[in-house]
């Protein structure tokens, strides 16, 4: 029994509740990070459901980065860099995943007056979303999966841990 790491098992589970089809597409991981961009790799690359893809590593040192993601169906970008991905690096319809968080500032909250932090995701959403078929949010997008994942291992664990199949 395999316990799968909960962000790449987030956005997998995403692009197959959207609707995607896996099995053949072409699939670009933007960031080469041992937590996301290797695992989500690894994991499309394998034959299942949610996966069977073909897939492209590619990091910000990529020469012609923005034509690898040009190409891509799938688009799942895990760089740390915000607003990496412009909007016409995106195919027509594609489904892009963006599991960037990066805080870029802190504003007044006009609930509590308080200072909260201005998060914005590795690819420009507002002009990303007229191009691509779906788009994930930051936050709000990934980041659940993520929870929802460990959640689903920590159940996955203790039914292992008490004998129950």
Known sequence: MAFIPCTPAGIQE?????GFETSGAEVVVVGR???VGKPIANIMLQKG???NA????VHTGTKNLDAHCKRADIL????GVPG???PEWIKPGACVIDVGVNRVG??????TGKMVAILKG???????????GAITPVPGGVGPMTITMLMKNTVKSAKLHAGIN
């Open 14 to 18: 995403l692009i197959i509740r959207s």
């Open 84 to 86: 990496l991905v412009k």
């Open 76 to 79: 799942i970008v895990a760089a």
């Open 33 to 35: 990070s041992n937590i």
């Open 122 to 132: 590795d690819v420009d959403f507002d002009a990303a979303k007229e191009i691509a």
């Open 49 to 51: 459901k949610g996966a």
């Open 106 to 111: 802190e504003k007044k909250s006009e609930k």
């Open 54 to 57: 073909t897939v492209t590593v």
